[in-house]
């Protein structure tokens, strides 16, 4: 025990249990240890997890406010009549009343239902007309037919074609929507009496005809169909 002193194996004893302490304080390595707290880096982890979020995030429309209208609901009105005409403000109208409504869409089923009014009206068929006009209309053209039957009359007609169709008013009227349309077409037609004397008319010539006729639609109505409820013919 010479070369230990007392204070030397104080000083060894204290070393011992100052380790002792220190490893229960900071543990030991395992190899699964964190890394250090890296501000930097815990800053950039959390800027990558909002982006990832933001990706998976789907933007959805903003919800309109009562009464406000779509930008895009009067986009094919605006292209097909100046916007603030009466003409305009009168489309707007029977689209409020009807969304599905188009403007030239209706102007194609308008041209249809012209030639076959026209054709029909020549050749008295009743049936066809009464899918088309209103019951006025109906009424005047059958009564013209009756009488042309009568006088053991024909029309000899030949549809030649539209030439041009212009909208010059629309407007509601109440849950009725009315379109009128200036229609100039091309046409032979020709009336032959009982023994196929032609009294009016020329079979060999075509004719420019102008006329003004109003279309109509119930938007309450679950039928799509538009019927002519007016006519109007000009020199």
């Known amino acids: ?14 070393a011992v249990v100052i380790f002792f302490q220190l490893r229960n304080v900071l543990g030991r390595r395992t190899g699964n240890e964190r890394p250090p707290f890296d501000p930097y880096s815990a800053s950039r982890t959390r800027e990558q997890e909002a982006a990832q979020k933001s990706e998976n995030v789907v933007s959805l429309p903003r919800k309109r406010m009562p009464g406000e209208t779509a930008p895009e609901t009067y986009a094919a ?12 403000k009168g489309l707007r109208a029977i689209k409020d009343n009807d969304p599905s409504f188009d403007p030239k869409t209706f102007v194609d089923g308008a041209k249809m239902a012209y030639e076959m009014i026209v054709m029909a009206f020549a050749d ?24 042309r039957e009568a006088k053991s009359e024909k029309i000899q007609s030949s549809f030649v074609g539209i030439d041009k169709v212009d909208v010059v008013a629309a407007e509601m009227k109440g849950t009725e929507a009315h379109i009128t349309l ?9 009336t032959r009496d009982k023994v196929g004397a032609v009294i009016d008319g020329d079979p060999e010539k075509v004719a420019e005809v102008k006329d003004v006729w109003t279309f109509f639609r119930d938007t309450r109505s679950r039928d799509p169909n538009w019927k002519l409820v007016a006519t109007e013919e000009e020199d």
């Open 1 to 14: 025990m010479g070369f230990f002193d007392f204070g030397t194996i104080f000083f060894l004893i204290a």
């Open 77 to 88: 009105i605006d292209a097909f009549a100046k916007p603030d005409s009466d003409l305009n």
């Open 124 to 147: 008295g068929d009743r049936k066809t007309l009464k899918n088309l006009l209103s019951r006025e209309v109906y009424d005047s053209f059958v009564a013209a037919i009756g009488e």
């Open 182 to 190: 200036r229609i100039v077409s091309e046409l032979i037609s020709a």
